[in-house]
T-cell receptor, first 111, second 116 residues
Framework: QQPVQSPQAVILREGEDAVINCSSS?????VHWYRQKHGEAPVFLMI?????EQKGHDKISASFNEKKQQSSLYLTASQLSYSGTYFC????????????FGKGTLLTVNP | NAGVMQNPRHLVRRRGQEARLRCSPM?????VYWYRQLPEEGLKFMVY????????ESGMPKERFSAEFPKEGPSILRIQQVVRGDSAAYFC??????????????FGPGTRLTVL
């Protein structure tokens, strides 16, 4: 079952914050976040594991609520380089490799 | 350390021809994954391979598609008798030997297949 991402698209001005949500109808073992720029490879951002943790680096962080079967990606003080499509990939089988990706959230950061 | 390499980057085939997509994983990575991405869609898992072994091919169409990862050389995704519906971007990812708790998958730049 494909996770549902929201919003589908968001437009920000440089310096503004954004939250991208990823919800699953299945129990999750892990959530993987990627950013993809048009025509390029998806770039790994972070993995969150079962256990309800929060991770972050620089101004991008994420949380994982195991009970609610959802994860949120937080982008603070956005930069132009943050523009792209953000995908969450979920592992609901405990395989550690078989990811089911959402349809993505298109983030546009304008000057 | 070079990243995941894929070639060709763009491939055009006529209906009924064969398409061969190649993927060289990052140095030190022994696990390869293939994903397909349709326009405006997320990546869809196709197959997971280790050297000389197909571990999970549950996402592969039952016919015309095959994958291998030989002892020497790149991983190959092969599509026989291509049809228009095969047009998509095919991404390869690799990861190091398994660690408990999930592996970061590093993606290549993809091969964009167009079937005329």
């Amino acid at each position: 079952q494909q996770p549902v991402q929201s919003p589908q698209a968001v437009i920000l001005r440089e310096g503004e914050d954004a939250v991208i949500n990823c919800s699953s109808s299945k129990a999750l073992y892990s959530v993987h976040w990627y950013r993809q720029k048009h025509g390029e490879a998806p770039v790994f951002l972070m993995i969150l594991l079962k256990g309800g943790e929060q991770k972050g680096h620089d101004k991008i962080s994420a949380s994982f609520n195991e009970k609610k079967q959802q994860s949120s990606l937080y982008l603070t003080a956005s930069q132009l380089s943050y523009s792209g499509t953000y995908f969450c990939g979920t592992d609901s089988g405990g395989s550690n490799y078989k990811l089911t990706f959402g349809k993505g959230t298109l983030l546009t950061v304008n000057p | 350390n070079a990243g995941v390499m894929q070639n060709p980057r763009h491939l055009v085939r006529r209906r009924g021809q064969e398409a061969r997509l190649r993927c060289s994983p990052m140095k030190g990575h022994s696990h390869v994954y293939w994903y397909r991405q349709l326009p405006e869609e997320g990546l869809k898992f196709m197959v997971y391979l280790q050297k000389e072994n197909i571990i999970d091919e549950s996402g592969m169409p039952k016919e015309r598609f095959s994958a291998e990862f030989p002892k020497e050389g790149p991983s190959i995704l092969r599509i026989q008798q291509v049809v228009r519906g095969d047009s998509a971007a095919y991404f390869c990812a690799s990861s190091p030997p398994s660690l408990a708790g999930g592996n970061e998958q590093f993606f290549g730049p993809g091969t964009r297949l167009t079937v005329l």
